[in-house]
């Protein structure tokens, strides 16, 4: 039987609030037996699902545009889309369609193996070779998916005696790469260039034979901020580190030419590692990790876990990818690009003048800053009931403050934003019926919550 928080708790009792906190609390389950330890999470779900307040396992019945169709449950709604990643909104583009199409009919919709046998198709050499290009790096290595990229660049390159000294905010396919990798990892400060230094200094003292490899991101997805690439590159140098960053979030969704922080910083081709994945602007599933330096891209191919042992991308997926880039390359391109910026700088503005607070500064992802998971769950679950979707951020190993994403793309309109603003202002005060369901949202099991994000001290 699930107990609900009502504020008072016996001892030994995890305090949590709704969805997102109670999550994290069942990260670490105990017991004998694998599966029924887990009956405790699997009775807390029902208990939300049967009250109409589980935020997740929606499906979209039709195009993921500006609005979709949305299947929760039985029924099926038309919602007001702000949850999707498609920033440049390629997935709807009739050359887009017509690439897919032709790669089917050329090679079938799966790839034939793994990238290091025989995986690889024209579309995939020509992809490498044009994204190369257009990060002014010269060798690029294609992945089965940005979280592989991440994870598979991390993974591969760094052994147990090394050092890895990452952003605390870093994504989860970043945070398990370098987990998996070694002990030795170090969480600095988000974004502190002087933290970070810190840690470095402190680790070259006692180790000048070893490896460190610095990891960070070009946006950070949950606050919509950016590092000094120039510095943190710096950083490397100085103490004979190499700097992995990650571009997943902006590339193609910002800049002059479409590189996002790549270009805003003017560092495009200037990095020692660059990961990315095709899944937020160029229409398609898959990731790439690229460098400088033939033997890293070989030695990937044959030791990032990811890539060894998983088939190559699809034709069908390469295909999309280059037909995207050549879009985001285009004056077209850049349309969208302008279009994006533009709609998600209205959006902030005027989300802003409704008395919300927005983090960062990110062309694409407005995230909104809520005091509690508590506010964060229930603020959700209205906008649902008002005909909108977005993104909680309730990652259950994050300890960042609460955020709410609304991911932007060059497709909405201006009467979109006016409505999701207004939805926004509608939903901001809970009725009484709606406090009772935040209020069985939680649930308090004995679980200890893990601690292995702390920051290095």
């Avoid at 700097?243 to 479409?258: F, I, P």
Wanted: hydrophobic content about 45%; proline content about 4%; glycine content about 8%.
């Amino acid at each position: 039987m699930i107990r609900l928080s009502t504020g008072q708790r016996t001892a030994g009792e995890v305090a949590v609030g709704p969805v997102a906190a109670a999550l994290r609390a069942f990260a670490v389950p105990a017991g004998i037996d694998i599966g029924e330890r887990l009956a405790g999470f699997a009775a807390w779900q029902d208990q939300l699902k049967h009250r109409d307040a589980w935020p997740y396992g929606l499906a979209i019945e039709d195009l993921s545009n500006s609005t979709c169709r949305l299947r929760a449950g039985d029924g099926i709604r038309r919602m007001l889309n702000f949850a999707s990643q498609d920033h440049l909104g390629l997935s709807t583009h009739c050359k887009i369609k017509s690439a897919a199409a032709d790669a089917v009919r050329r090679f079938g919709p799966q790839g034939a193996g793994p990238a290091a046998r025989h995986g690889g198709t024209r579309y995939t050499r020509a992809l490498e070779r044009r994204l190369g290009a257009f990060l002014g790096m010269r060798h690029v290595l294609l992945c089965p998916s940005g979280w592989a990229a991440g994870y598979g660049a991390i993974r591969g390159l760094v052994r147990s005696a090394d050092h890895v000294v990452i952003d605390q905010y870093s994504s989860a396919a970043l945070q398990e790469g370098a987990n998996a990798a070694t002990d030795k990892v170090y969480r600095y400060r988000h974004l502190s260039v002087d933290y970070c230094r810190k840690l470095l200094g402190s680790i070259r003292a006692s180790d000048t034979a070893n490896g460190i490899l610095i990891v960070t991101e070009s946006v950070f997805p949950v606050d919509a901020e950016s590092p000094d690439l120039a510095a943190m590159q710096a950083l490397a140098r100085e103490f004979d580190a190499t700097l992995l960053v990650d571009v997943s979030h902006d590339l193609g969704c910002r800049g002059q030419n479409g590189r996002g922080q790549l270009d805003v910083q003017a560092m495009a081709g200037k990095l020692d590692l660059v990961v990315g994945s095709f899944s937020k602007a160029f229409a398609t599933n898959g990731g790439f990790i690229a460098c400088d330096m033939p033997a890293v891209r070989e030695y990937l191919r044959f030791f990032g876990p990811p890539v060894a042992h998983s088939h190559a991308i699809s034709p069908v997926q390469a295909a999309i990818a280059l037909q995207a880039l050549n879009i985001v390359q285009s004056e077209e391109g850049r349309e969208l690009r302008a279009a994006l910026d533009a709609n998600t700088r209205d959006l902030r503005r005027q989300l802003r003048e409704a008395g919300f607070i927005c983090a960062g500064d990110a062309a694409g992802i407005v995230s909104v800053k809520l005091d509690s998971e508590v506010e964060l769950n229930g603020l959700c679950r209205r906008l649902s009931e008002f005909g909108l979707i977005a993104d909680p951020c309730d990652d259950p190993l994050s300890r960042r403050q609460p955020h709410l994403r609304l991911f932007v793309t060059a497709h909405h309109c201006a009467g979109n934003i006016r409505q999701a603003v207004e939805i926004f202002r509608k939903a901001r005060e809970p009725s009484e019926a709606a406090a009772e369901v935040e209020l069985c949202a939680a649930a308090p099991p004995n679980v200890a919550v893990p601690t292995r994000l702390r920051i290095a001290a």
